[in-house]
């Protein structure tokens, strides 16, 4: 009766182990989904020329410090303003990469394209606890980069 007793416990540790990584791992999937989602809807929000929306949106919908996020924000659609009179409306934008460090930060990384150029855009998330929190937006027109060496 002991190893039974030992046996049937041992057998729902195991379950409720295996349980748990799968919750965890689905959690994570829908987790990166959503800010998978959040990162298009800045990018089409960016390629209509809704700078300031995009970063709000954003912001909303993943969290960060908002005080900062908000006057990168208002730089950035100035930037964006110049960047239009030079090159034009953008034509389109794709998501060229994603990446990770566990569970702890995620990036995404766009072009978005103009005619005759286009900008790189990365959007970096961090997760210090349970909720990821928007890090950083960053833009650059270095295109070697993204090729491997």
Request: no cysteine; hydrophobic share 40%; net charge negative.
């Amino acid at each position: 009766m002991r190893w039974f007793i030992v046996a049937l416990f041992s057998m729902i540790f195991s379950y409720s182990s295996i349980a748990l990584a799968n919750n965890t791992a689905e959690s994570t999937t829908d987790t990166k989904g959503t800010l998978s989602k959040a990162g298009d809807h800045f990018m089409s929000l960016l390629l209509k020329g809704n700078t300031e929306l995009a970063y709000k949106d954003l912001i909303s919908t993943v969290g960060g410090d908002v005080e900062r996020l908000n006057q990168q924000a208002s730089d950035v659609s100035s930037f964006m303003v110049k960047v239009r009179e030079q090159l034009g409306e953008p034509i389109s934008y794709d998501l060229i990469t994603t990446d990770s460090i566990k569970e702890h930060f995620f990036k995404q990384k766009y072009l978005l394209k103009f005619e005759n150029a286009a900008i790189v855009w990365e959007v970096n998330y961090y997760q210090p606890k349970n909720d990821w929190k928007l890090v950083d937006v960053t833009y650059n027109t270095d295109i070697d980069a993204l090729f491997d060496d």
